[in-house]
């Protein structure tokens, strides 16, 4: 049987089989692999906020079965935003005019309308690849790599995460660690921090002789943004029914990371009313924000899947916290109900809550020193976020399930602080934002 | 605050601990389905992390890497 | 001894016990709990049964006997007897590598992942005492060499699958799927003409992660058996010693897969092909090719 010459020996079995059972010939196995070698993902997201922004977002994914454990999944996703985001001005009684960091792009905002900038508009492109191979007896590699690319912002990137199985595979740990460089180049050039916006009507839009020569303002050819992050985690299997994981991760940013686009009003310390530009092309006073050009942040997050008879539920949670002295807790609650016949239904609950940024300002005032840092941007700001949504899955036929959830958002914090000064009582300055999430999805297995 | 949640969190691992036996593999037929994963959306996961990413001031957890972008 | 433990699943019921140092199970299409009770009883009583035929361990059954007989003929009852001539036939097939005779190599080889591997004298000592050639056998007679061992535990598990697979047949006219420790075969296809899923885990996936490494086969008939076992080995001087013995050198198989499972009629014809596969070593799935049955390797 040292094959020097091969040859079957099945029939020659198959006979001594039958004589061994005492059975008459027995029926030929039929099996078919009913395992996959590709697998097909797609998905397309509808985001809007209402009187806000609007993504919609179509991703694809492949993920493939190269065999001996090795996988290769390939993603790509466009995204296309349009509509106004808050760009961190208070509300006035006056009409209110704002231009890019070269008098370009300029919008007006009415009187006693949260200030919206409607030039947010951008398509982005990504593309990212995973590839996961065993590297010994219980260890299993996952190194990918990852690309975006959009009219002012080009993130690329790579990571390694790495899983270690023990206790008859009941315990995994893992390990991961990622860099990316992120390159910002703002139409105009990023802008110097606490700099004056230009808001005269007459705002140097036509003056200019191409943004090129603005682009050494914010630094040569843009800012750059870099960033390390490292994961360390516990999956363990409980029972049955149980998975349990549990991760420690922390990271840090260096570089650009504040938003070329966003602004503090400078207001008035009696009345809170908008003051006079000191550059006398401004009609009032914004400043452009400024954030540290460091972060650390670190987060601890735990999840659970419970599967009853049946139905399955998702349980997670993180605190998260970083050196600009933001605190957040998110909790993630999903519930999947079966209704049998391989279609499902999938409630979801999430909440959030995070603690402001300490050089989060609703405004600056004028007069008072500029503080080191300063951003109105209100997603750095004490917030809270609700969603509720609901998702229905089922499968199609042996290959293919789809789903489709619709879900809310709520943001809102505080709308009143006690340091709003003067008309700025009279004001709303944390409007809540609503949206509502849209997504359809579609799997397939080869 | 902080330190109320994570105490809860552990008591409720521990707690689960208690019952902990090594689960043997024939009784590790429901995890190899894909409800059980520990992702069985990652889709959707991901476009709830850009999403969540985009809105708010905290981010990741579950995993490293997975590109930037200019949203925040 | 514990009946079966019954579990009652989304459309079929699960008998569970103990056989053969396995975890066993039988998985009845049916939503009759009696029904189900029944016949994992009756899988429960042929698995015992056969491992108390089989076992080395029992000082009360016929290998016992064949094995202290010291040079003395034995008489064997029938369905030993077929499985000596099934054993004889293998033998010849496979050119003597499958050898019921080598079970006393686990003297000297003791694959505990340690550095300890045996002597060249030592093995040769052993080899001395091995040789399905040397035994007499003439049905129903067999007389072995004094200091001589079979060991029909490489043909036992499966063929009591089959023979499972033939009593539950004739007992009632649902499909059922028996499972003995990764042994596998089925009466037939199950209501709706669907096949029984069964779940092939690689021994290095991952669980739980979204890359959980599982074939997944759909069994309308036939059965399945998986040959190795990847933490049985021994690991000197960064060579890696399979525990898969070459009955004719004393020595393990070179080159030998970590796994091999084969999808064959019957669960004693998938075993024996997926052991044949294994002593083939490096032209395991060469040889699997030549057979024409559907199977799967593992290496590396």
């Keep these: ?446 | 605050m902080v330190r109320i949640y994570l105490a809860f969190a552990l008591l409720l691992i521990l707690a689960q601990a208690c019952s902990w036996q090594p689960v043997k593999p024939w009784e590790r037929d429901l995890h190899a389905a894909k409800k059980m994963q520990l992702d069985p959306h990652p889709l959707e996961s991901y476009l709830d992390e850009h999403i969540y990413f985009s809105k708010e001031a905290s981010s990741g957890g579950a995993g490293v890497g997975g590109g930037g972008c200019g949203c925040n | 001894m514990h009946d079966p433990q019954l579990q009652n699943c989304e459309d079929y019921w699960v008998g569970r016990f103990t056989a053969m140092a396995s975890p066993c199970e039988v998985l009845i299409d049916t939503q009759d709990p009696i029904l189900a009770k029944q016949l994992a009883g009756i899988a429960q009583q042929e698995a015992l049964r056969i491992e108390h035929k089989l076992s080395r361990y029992r000082q009360d059954n016929i290998i016992h006997t064949i094995n202290t007989a010291q040079g003395a003929i034995v008489k064997v009852d029938e369905e030993t007897a077929h499985m000596l001539d099934y054993a004889a036939e293998c033998y010849e097939l496979s050119d003597g590598l499958f050898d019921v005779t080598s079970g006393v190599l686990r003297e000297v080889w003791k694959f505990d992942g340690s550095d300890r591997i045996p002597s060249p004298g030592q093995v040769k000592k052993v080899l001395a005492r091995i040789g399905w050639n040397k035994v007499h056998w003439r049905s129903p007679n067999i007389r072995l060499r004094k200091n001589m061992q079979i060991d029909l535990g490489g043909i036992g598990k499966e063929y009591s699958v089959d023979r499972t697979v033939i009593l539950l047949r004739d007992a009632a006219n649902v499909s059922c799927l028996v499972n003995f420790g990764g042994d596998i075969a089925t009466t037939g296809p199950r209501r709706q003409g669907k096949g029984w899923l069964v779940g092939i885990e690689t021994p290095d996936a991952v669980p739980n992660t979204v890359t959980a490494s599982t074939k997944v086969y759909e069994l309308q008939q036939g059965a399945l058996a998986t040959s190795g076992d990847a933490r049985r080995y021994l690991l000197k001087d960064g060579i890696r010693y399979s525990h898969i013995l070459n009955p004719r050198t004393g020595w393990p198989v070179q080159g030998a897969p970590r796994s091999v499972t084969v999808i064959a009629d019957t669960c004693t014809e998938a075993g024996i092909l997926a052991t044949f596969a294994m002593l083939n070593g490096a032209q395991a799935e060469a040889f699997l090719n030549q057979q024409g049955v559907k199977y799967w390797c593992i290496r590396g």
Excluded at chain 1, 215 to 223: H, P
């Design chain 1, 1 to 446: 049987m040292q094959l020097k010459k091969p040859k079957s020996i099945r029939g020659a079995l198959a006979t001594a089989t039958c004589a061994l059972l005492g059975s008459q010939t027995p029926q030929p196995a039929v099996a078919s692999e009913s395992g996959t070698n590709w697998e097909f993902d797609s998905a397309l997201l509808y985001y809007s906020e209402k009187d806000r922004v609007t993504a919609v977002e179509p991703v694809v994914n492949a993920r493939g079965d190269l065999g001996n454990d090795r996988f290769i999944n390939l993603r790509f996703v466009v995204d296309v935003l349009s509509g106004a985001s808050a760009n961190g001005a208070v509300p006035s009684d006056r009409t209110q005019t704002f231009s890019g960091p070269s008098g370009q792009k300029s919008y007006t905002v009415a009187p006693n309308q949260t200030p919206l900038d409607p030039t947010f508009e951008d398509t982005r492109f990504a593309a990212s690849v995973l590839w996961e191979t065993p590297t010994s007896e219980n260890v299993t590699s996952f190194l990918g790599a990852n690309f975006s690319t959009e009219a002012d912002y080009t993130s690329i990137g790579v990571s390694g995460t790495f899983t270690y199985d023990t206790n008859n595979k009941n315990t995994t740990y893992t390990a991961g660690v990622a860099f990316s460089h992120d390159t910002i180049s703002p139409e105009g050039g990023a802008p110097d921090p606490f700099t004056e916006v230009p808001t005269g009507l007459t705002g140097g839009g036509e003056d200019d002789e191409g943004d090129d020569d603005h682009e050494g303002e914010g630094g040569e050819s843009g800012e750059t943004k870099n960033v390390t992050e490292f994961l360390f985690g516990i999956t363990q299997i409980i029972s049955r029914q149980t998975i349990t994981q549990i991760n420690y991760s922390i990271g840090q940013s260096s570089g650009y990371l504040t938003d070329p686009y966003k602004l503090l009003t400078v207001v008035d310390p009696v009345t809170g009313d908008l003051v006079p530009g000191v550059d006398p092309n401004n009609t009032y006073r914004y400043l452009y924000e400024k954030r540290p050009d460091t972060r650390t942040r670190q987060s601890l997050y735990w999840k659970i899947n419970h599967q009853f008879t049946d139905d399955v539920v998702y349980l997670t949670y993180r605190y998260f916290w970083d050196d600009w002295d933001i605190k957040s807790h998110t909790v993630d609650l999903r519930y999947r109900y079966e209704l049998g016949q391989h279609h499902y239904l999938q409630p979801h609950v999430r909440y959030y809550q995070q603690t402001a940024a300490n050089f989060y300002h609703y405004f600056l005032v004028d007069g008072e020193p500029i503080p080191q840092y300063a951003s109105a941007d209100y997603r750095l700001g004490d917030m809270t976020t609700t969603t509720i949504g609901l998702l229905y899955g089922a499968q199609v036929g042996k290959h293919s399930e789809f789903n489709f959830r619709a879900e809310f958002m709520k943001q809102s914090g505080e709308s009143h602080p006690a340091e709003a000064i003067g008309k700025l009582r009279n004001y709303d300055l944390f409007p809540d934002v609503e949206a509502i999430i849209l997504q359809a999805s579609y799997n397939y297995n080869f």
